[in-house]
């Protein structure tokens, strides 16, 4: 059963306000085949609450008929750019930052552990020149990653199973694995 907690969440955030709605549902299905038309509706769903909502409660609606239901919410980091530094949000945070600042935990290096679709994926964010670089280890070794922002998306491929994102700039992003599972880098 949906709690009532979620059904709260879902109805606070409306309508989608650009219909995107059937969308949405045809991604978490799997009937969206079209790449680009993947993309557009990740990048959606990064800054749209309702869609997230909806993305992530498709299961309950699949198999309304189950008690339970495996749970697709997505996971979400958080990082800060304050100078040469990054505050990363303690969420999934696999280490504490290394260094300490008169007892403030700064540093240029966060490590993440965060699930992501079936397994774990590690991410080290990086405080580079243009923004935050991003190191990626996921259980497929082999799998692309399409970083989806507002502006535009980048994929890359693994390089000895690492694959990086470089100069990250700030903003909402869905990070996935092969336009499948996916989760949200937030990063100011
Ligand atoms: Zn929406």
Redesign the pocket.
Same mark, same amino acid.
């Given at each position: 059963m949906m709690d009532r907690d979620r059904i709260k969440e879902i109805v606070e955030a409306g309508p #989608?306000?650009?219909?995107?709605?059937e969308k949405?549902l045809a991604f978490a299905s799997g009937e969206m085949k079209n790449r680009d038309e993947r993309i557009a509706t990740l990048a959606?769903?990064a800054? #749209?609450d309702?869609?997230r909502y909806?993305y992530e409660d498709y299961p309950a609606i699949e198999e309304a008929v189950n008690d339970t239901y495996p749970s697709a919410e997505a996971a979400e980091i958080g990082l800060t750019i304050d100078g040469d530094f990054l505050f990363p949000a303690a969420a999934f945070l696999s280490e504490r930052p290394v260094a300490g600042v008169l007892g403030k935990e700064k540093s240029g290096v966060a490590a993440f552990t965060v699930p992501l679709g079936k397994g774990t994926s590690s991410i080290t964010a990086i405080r580079s020149r243009g923004g935050v670089d991003l190191e990626i280890r996921h259980g497929d070794p082999a799998a692309r990653f399409y970083l989806v922002g507002a502006t535009g998306y980048a994929m890359e491929h693994p390089s000895d199973g690492v694959v990086r994102f470089h100069n990250v700039r700030p903003g909402r992003y869905a990070l996935s694995p092969e336009l499948r599972e996916f989760m949200f880098i937030t990063i100011e």
């Open positions: #989608c306000p650009a219909g995107m709605d949405v959606h769903i800054l #749209c309702h869609c909806l």
